[in-house]
């Protein structure tokens, strides 16, 4: 059993940073893909980034590419989603995913196995 545990959330100004981590429990990190995910009041749950088992490869959201860094520490069984250049649509529950099979449809939450409780990040404008 895997246990994924968000934190770093918080209220930030429009143009601010925050740097989320997730920690994960459990022998298999160093072999899973890791997700972020986010989601607003009243919207569906959506794809933010995403990183290879090996780190080496990473993908993101057209909405957030070139302003969010996602990062993988297998020795700190930890992966990390630096958010730069924050904007008011950026507001939403964030979640980590773990995926232990190595899916291809990295954008999918259904290709994930494991989900952390999510952390906020409110950004005003």
């Known amino acids: 059993q895997v246990q994924l545990v968000e934190s770093g959330g918080g209220l930030v100004q429009a143009g601010g940073s925050l740097r989320l981590s997730c920690v994960a429990s459990?022998?298999?990190?160093?072999?899973?893909?890791l997700g972020w995910f986010r989601q607003a009041p009243g919207k569906e749950r959506e794809f933010v980034a995403a990183?290879?088992?090996?780190?080496?490869?990473?993908y993101y959201a057209d909405s957030v590419e070139g302003r969010f860094t996602i990062s993988k520490d297998n020795a700190r069984n930890t992966v990390y989603l630096q958010m730069n250049s924050l904007k008011p649509e950026d507001t939403a529950v964030y979640y980590c995913?773990?995926?232990?099979?190595?899916?291809?449809?990295?954008?999918?939450?259904?290709?994930?196995?494991?989900w952390g409780q999510g952390t906020q990040v409110t950004v005003s404008s």
């Open positions: 990183v290879s088992a090996s780190g080496f490869s990473t």
């Open positions: 459990g022998r298999t990190f160093r072999v899973a893909a």
């Open positions: 995913a773990l995926d232990t099979a190595l899916r291809i449809a990295v954008r999918s939450p259904t290709s994930y196995d494991y």
